[in-house]
């Protein structure tokens, strides 16, 4: 059942790319399962951010600041985050005063569908595999950015206007809180307040379509830990081609065989109406008629 939830998940994402007539053009690669993952626009870049927190919550102050780097080639395919943050909360309760601070480095990795999260502390690199990102190679001509932008204006957002930012022309979006100023699918700028807290991160430096060295993607020698589920990148594709053929037979399926197979070995599934189930195979069907 696990290719099965694939694809029923697949058909579920690939639903909410349709929201947007730009995206009405899915296809799916006739000799090749997956295709080339883009998320950005541009097609490498070097980006260093200042970010700063600020507010009150509770009876305590909370102040914080950092840096980010941000370096990705191969249309954001391949990218690297590293962040480092200090934030102190200031607490007065009863006459006493109380002063935390917190210091954190994270680092990830995002290489096609393979994540890798760097815990520091610990110095261990967990391995795991961004669902998103592999459905977004699979369906949609790999053009994550798309989908995004699809995905976020179904949940509200709103581009409110334009404006040059770092001489960059940015499209402004609002969502849910949030202001973002985007160039060609990269964030330069963003300020959200949230719970009383104001965090903004700010691009004080941005080049693109620039050599990226590869020592710039380098992890730390830490223990790498493969989380559950983790597939690597070759591996994915061989699942891929696998599933292909699964995806013709699930096209040919009748309600009824298609119902006795899904529920077969998943309680889950079982426990669901058949209003719920004729829905998610009616929708399986639309996307499975789209691919090409």
Not at 37 to 66: C, P, Q
Not at 273 to 281: N, V
Request: aromatic share 8%.
């Amino acid at each position: 059942m696990k290719k099965i939830s694939l694809l029923l998940f697949a058909a579920i994402l690939l639903f909410a790319f349709k929201g947007n007539e730009k995206n009405e053009r899915l296809e799916l690669n006739s000799e090749k399962q997956t295709q080339q993952l883009k998320r950005y626009e541009v097609k490498s870049g070097i980006i260093i951010y200042e970010t700063k927190t600020n507010g009150k919550v509770m009876g305590s102050t909370i102040v914080g600041s950092g840096d980010e780097k941000v370096y990705f080639k191969d249309w954001g395919a391949v990218e690297l985050i590293e962040e480092t943050s200090t934030e102190t909360t200031t607490t007065k309760l009863f006459g006493k005063k109380s002063v935390d601070t917190n210091n954190s480095h994270s680092m990830t990795k995002l290489d096609n569908g393979e994540t890798a999260v760097v815990d520091f502390k610990n110095k261990k690199i967990y391995m795991n595999r961004d669902m998103a990102m592999d459905m977004a190679s699979m369906f949609n001509g790999g053009n994550a950015g798309d989908a995004g932008k699809s995905m976020a204006e179904g949940m509200g957002g709103e581009i409110v206007g334009k404006e040059k930012f770092l001489g960059y022309s940015c499209e402004i979006m609002e969502m849910m809180g949030s202001k973002q100023w985007i160039y060609k699918g990269v964030t330069l700028k963003i300020e959200m307040t949230l719970a009383g807290i104001t965090t903004t991160k700010t691009a004080t430096s941005a080049k693109f379509d620039v050599n990226v060295p590869n020592k710039y993607f380098e992890l730390p020698d830490f223990t790498v830990v493969k989380q559950e589920g983790f597939t690597n990148n070759q591996d994915f594709e061989k699942e891929m081609e696998d599933m292909k053929d699964e995806m013709e037979v699930l096209k040919k399926m009748s309600y009824e065989e298609w119902k006795k197979l899904a529920t077969e070995n998943d309680e889950e599934m079982r426990n669901m109406s058949d209003k719920e189930l004729r829905e998610m195979y009616d929708m399986m069907q639309a996307m499975l008629k789209m691919q090409k």
